[in-house]
């Protein structure tokens, strides 16, 4: 039987400059937290520079902040219904200016880990949550379509602002201001924050369930390192052996990625199980098992994953291109992204203006057919000569279509569940995301690079320039480099090769590059297509009824 939550408390006098103040507040919190998670894509050389270390090395500083948003976003919306949401994301954003002053000095990676992956990673895990959740407690009707339209927009072109502003950053001054800007943002916040009232739930006692953090933790841990290391030693037969601790494990030839996986699943099964068992005994679990049974949270929470996904997938490969096949700089790679980023900060609160005339399902699914059709135009655009120019018609269809999205998905999912369960589906809706946008790094990137080696190898081979005498060995090469590629390398071969042979493998790289992109294009295509597919167990009502609780609703059964 589902236990009967407690009523939450929140001010229901604030003035209009409170309430509108604080949406600007959290709109900034979000901002930061997912800038940071692309702000060094583009800066790897710089940081490998610097520090004297290597892509592997710097490449986890990145993944790593990802994971520990996915393990811990879950907890951090549960800390906030406990301890009050205003609280603990007061307390992430002083963690997360701790860890950027950290990383900003950082000298080595191990600190350069400590501080951005870290510590940065747990005080954006205490503050995302929170954003969403103090949305749905402070919002109602057609405010709450406009508030999570503007929180969608700024969620649309954070993703494509990072890029831009690392580059940018990194070009003209270092890559470590990155960082310390976050240190006046995080003062903005804090001082910002005195218009936000607490909320938290009145009657909840105030425990946590540790074993089911723990479970959960790391089995989200588990499953996304399996995804993310999928690249290094393959998804099945093991590129190279996994090694760890200075020891090596052989693993049978096998990767560590399918046993990282299945391990990751079992442990999330385990975290379900004991959830069920510690609400069937009347206990506070971390998460309500009535969120998984609530079809329109899970079908919002399914849509923005697979959204998220395929979003990470083209963010990583169009810059690959620019970079490799165009000979972009850190500062024009991010800035040929900037399209997105506009369309979707403006799309997202136009949709919410429109829901009073549309269904929020029909503008959603709108928004996913203008994604499934961007992917199409931007593959049909892409070919060696592409420009960054001729990106821009397929981005801003596909800003539009995200913004339009982001900005109604959040308000769909979470007006689903009461008041008082706006934490742990905060977290849990923006874990889905953060599941996605791994999913889509590792799946797509793994597929480019692989579609890269095969291309390079078979133009070469096929190539009627290069003497025959000269294949195995530029070959043998260049498939040691292709990993490189993700970083804007090229194919780097002896200076005493005949200039007309460099010419030729420069040609035959970059087709190979421009091919694997398509690939992971049309990926991406299939990817916003499922994401359209899952919209359709959405709600269908014409107006979305956000001034009541789920207590009344728990779980919507099919279209109103």
């Not at 769909?412 to 569940?417: D, P």
């Not at 042979?501 to 294009?521: F, G, M, Q, W, Y």
């Amino acid at each position: 039987m589902p236990r009967n939550r407690p009523a939450a408390t929140c001010r229901e006098d604030e003035t209009f400059f409170q309430k509108w103040g604080s949406l600007l507040v959290l709109s900034l919190a979000l901002a930061i937290i997912l800038i940071d998670a692309t702000l060094l894509n583009v800066s790897l050389k710089a940081i490998i520079s610097d520090l004297h270390t290597d892509i592997q090395k710097v490449q986890w500083v990145i993944t790593a902040y990802s994971l520990t948003l996915a393990a811990l976003t879950i907890t951090g919306g549960r800390l906030g219904d406990l301890f009050g949401r205003k609280r603990m994301f007061m307390f992430g954003a002083i963690l997360f200016g701790i860890g950027s002053f950290i990383a900003s000095i950082a000298n080595s990676v191990p600190v350069l880990i400590a501080g951005e992956s870290i510590i940065e990673g747990v005080g954006a895990a205490l503050m995302m949550p929170a954003t969403a959740s103090l949305l749905v407690s402070k919002f109602r009707g057609r405010d709450r379509a406009i508030a999570f339209g503007v929180w969608g927009g700024v969620a649309g072109a954070s993703t494509a602002i990072g890029p831009l502003l690392g580059g940018w950053l990194t070009t003209n001054y270092s890559w470590r201001w990155g960082f310390r800007i976050n240190l006046f943002v995080v003062a903005v916040l804090l001082i910002g924050s005195v218009m936000i009232d607490e909320c938290y739930d009145v009657e909840e006692k105030p425990t946590l369930d540790g074993l089911g953090v723990l479970l959960s933790s790391v089995g989200l841990f588990t499953l996304v390192f399996g995804i993310i290391e999928s690249s290094t030693y393959g998804w099945w037969k093991a590129k190279t052996p996994f090694s760890e601790f200075g020891l090596s494990w052989q693993l049978g030839g096998y990767s560590i990625t399918p046993f990282a996986i299945g391990l990751g699943l079992v442990v999330l099964t385990a975290f379900l199980l004991w959830e069920r068992r510690v609400e069937r005994s009347g206990r506070t679990p971390l998460v309500s098992l009535e969120l998984f049974a609530n079809r329109q949270f899970m079908s919002g929470a399914a849509t923005t994953g697979v959204v998220a996904m395929g979003q990470a997938g083209l963010i990583f490969s169009i810059p690959v291109f620019l970079q490799a096949v165009r000979g972009a700089d850190a500062f024009h790679t991010g800035l040929a992204l900037v399209p997105s980023s506009i369309a979707a900060f403006i799309a997202a609160p136009t949709a919410a203006v429109l829901t009073q005339r549309f269904p929020a399902k029909r503008l959603i699914q709108f928004g996913l057919v203008l994604n499934v059709t961007s992917y199409l135009i931007l593959r049909q655009t892409l070919n060696v000569n592409t420009t960054p120019s001729d990106f821009i018609f397929g981005l801003v269809i596909q800003g539009v279509g995200l913004g339009i999205v982001l900005a109604q998905i959040n308000n769909l999912t979470l007006s689903a569940v009461s008041v008082q369960q706006a934490g742990e589906a905060s977290g849990v809706n923006n874990t889905f995301r953060q599941l996605g946008s791994t999913l889509g790094t590792a799946i797509i990137g793994a597929l480019l690079i692989s579609a890269i080696g095969t291309g390079l190898l078979g133009g070469l081979e096929a190539s009627k320039v290069i003497p025959q005498q000269f294949k195995s060995q530029i070959s043998s090469m260049v498939s040691k480099q292709s990993s490189a590629v993700e970083f804007g390398g090229g194919a780097q071969i002896p200076a005493s090769v005949p200039q007309k042979i460099k010419d030729e493998v420069t040609r035959v790289s970059h087709a190979a590059i421009t091919a694997a992109n398509r690939k992971a294009l049309l990926v991406g295509t299939i990817i916003a297509f499922f994401g359209l597919l899952a919209s359709a167990w959405l709600p269908g009502g014409k107006r979305l009824d956000t001034s009541r609780s789920a207590a009344h609703h728990p779980a919507v059964k099919g279209d109103e």
